[in-house]
């Protein structure tokens, strides 16, 4: 087969010159060597993993950031503003964790005082796009304690049961803006 646009394949390398020896190769590193070092049956656990090495979504927690998250408990009531920018600081400092993936781990440890930040949910609270770009870590944790806020407000308001919000709102957005792109 004939190379064309002048990309270079496979037919154009001579044998001896592929470096066989994969030192390069830095996929996901902890996490390939892990999942190559398996011998037992598969467990969905292990199926989880391997979707998320392979959408590149795997992110390892540090001992401190998990003793942070490990901090909230699922009774806590009202938000601790010091605990949760000291927490999302860590979170989003974690390779893989962006802003939604901070919010649903932190929706998982209470949702009576986090809720999920996503594309469809800010929407239709903010009558905004979700903002994607931010020039810092401390902008994030601003932009997701101002979501917060609003959305108690506006549950208050509307008597929308907090811990149900990031869904509720996912599930009207949906349905009420569904001729609506969502950015992506």
Not at 78 to 91: G, R, S, V
């Amino acid at each position: 087969m004939k190379n064309s646009g002048g990309k270079k394949t496979i037919s154009d390398m001579q044998i001896g010159e592929i470096d066989t020896s994969l030192k390069d190769y830095k996929y996901q590193p902890k996490l390939t060597e892990k999942l190559e070092g398996l011998f037992e049956d598969f467990t969905q656990e292990t199926i989880n993993e391997i979707v998320l090495w392979k959408v590149n979504r795997y992110s390892e927690l540090n001992p401190e950031t998990l003793n942070l998250l490990n901090q909230i408990s699922k009774e806590d009531k009202e938000i601790n503003i010091d605990l949760t920018k000291e927490l999302l600081w860590k979170l989003l400092d974690t390779p893989g964790i962006r802003l939604p993936m901070a919010s649903t781990i932190l929706r998982f440890k209470n949702p009576n005082i986090y809720q999920i930040i996503d594309q469809r949910a800010y929407r239709f609270l903010m009558n905004d796009d979700l903002k994607t770009y931010f020039s810092n870590i401390d902008q994030q944790i601003e932009y997701y304690l101002k979501y917060l806020t609003e959305l108690r407000i506006k549950c208050d308001e509307k008597k929308i049961p907090f811990e149900k919000s990031d869904k509720l709102l996912y599930q009207l957005d949906k349905k009420k803006n569904s001729g609506h792109k969502i950015k992506t």
